[in-house]
């Protein structure tokens, strides 16, 4: 008997008929006699739906007060998942409880609509699982100490489920979802995108950091500190195929670093249509610049990827860098008020409709010459690169968003990822 997490996304529980073919699989791994928690998110659409309500009535701007207001509403939509889902188990004869994130409880710090999980109690979900009943928790959410329900952020139900199998040291956590695995880049925009049989956690990390959206980071993060077996696997196989079958399918997250069977330089390719990017042209190059200017906007809570200076002449630089693109309008707001008329720079200037496409792989760091080939792939393309940032196992490139999914294809098929390694 093993204490199994499985996680079931929106998708994945779009429907009353959706939700009864989960219940159907997770009781046939309860009667396999494993110890079952299951952590669904909220219906597809049905978070937008809820965000899109409160939006029509809020305020401009942002406040934590408005936050803790958001995650109250988001926070709805699992809450409808597990009563649902906890019902169609009970319809296929098993016992099942359903809990909220405060019910569990799930403790988060207060940063709403972005919360991080503190600690999860577990004793009360250990209780019914000795009872011999599956317990259903609301993915996404949690609640801080002043008992206000907080969200953790898009996607957030993969990190509710690799930290409850954390927490309660599962034998294995499951993320059901719309694909049948990990594949080398979202099959959406590449359709020879290959399933990966296993994925390095640095490169699952690195894949999701990089805008990859099939699991959100922090899930990675989680499982990465705490060892979690994660595997992503399809909700769409028939709920009745062999357990045993079923359990090696998808896509494992493996922490052997030498056990690498896939033994391509590059593994995947990630993007991020979510970022923007910023210009202060002709500041001054003097040494401390690079404070002054991010120094105010690492103040405002505002996060910065990439970065680029460029050479000086007649003792001016230009500098840029990218920032999410929900915060480029407070970004330009900043410099053009503030930090442009204090750094004397000539002119701000700003770009919300870039994108940034990456390649990522642990084998970059014994291979030389993997860069230049993706440069070269994307000069074939006639494709303009902005900004370069590399680390140890991937090579980012900011471009035009327009030439997004050109520049994903073409990489795609440069690096033969289409081919199974040998
Ligand atoms: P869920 O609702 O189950 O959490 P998500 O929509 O969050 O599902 O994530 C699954 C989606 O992630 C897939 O439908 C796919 O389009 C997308 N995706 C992005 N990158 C990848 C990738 N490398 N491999 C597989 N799917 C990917
Ligand atoms: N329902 C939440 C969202 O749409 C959480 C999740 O699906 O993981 O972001
Ligand atoms: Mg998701």
Redesign the pocket.
Known sequence: MALIVHK?????MGSTDRIRNVAKRVAKWARAGHQMVVVP?AM?GETNRLLGLAKELAPAGSSPELNRELDMIASTGEQVSVGLLAIALQAEGVEAVSYTGWQVPLNTDSSYTKARIESIEDSRVRADLAAGKVVVIAGFQGVDDEMNITTLGR?G??TSAVAIAAAMKADECL?????D????????IVPE?RRLHTISFEEMLE?ASLG???LQIRSVEFAGKYRVPLR?LS?FTPWDIDINEEAKSGTLISFEEDEKMEQAVVS?I?FNRDEAKVTLLGVPDKPGIAFQILGPVAEANIDIDVIIQNVSQDGKTDFSFTVHRNDYARTMALLESTVGPATQAAKVQGDPKICKVSIVGIGMRSHVGVASKMFRALSEEGINIQMISTSEIKTSVVIDEKYMELAVRALHKAFELEKNPE
Not at 175 to 179: A, E, G, N, R
Not at 181 to 188: A, I, K, L, S
């Open positions: 079931y996304g929106g998708t994945s998110s597809s996607g139900s993969d993320i059901y979802t719309d694909v695995g990990v594949y080398t880049t979202d099959p959406r995108a894949m990859s959206k099939i992503v909700s995947g990630a």
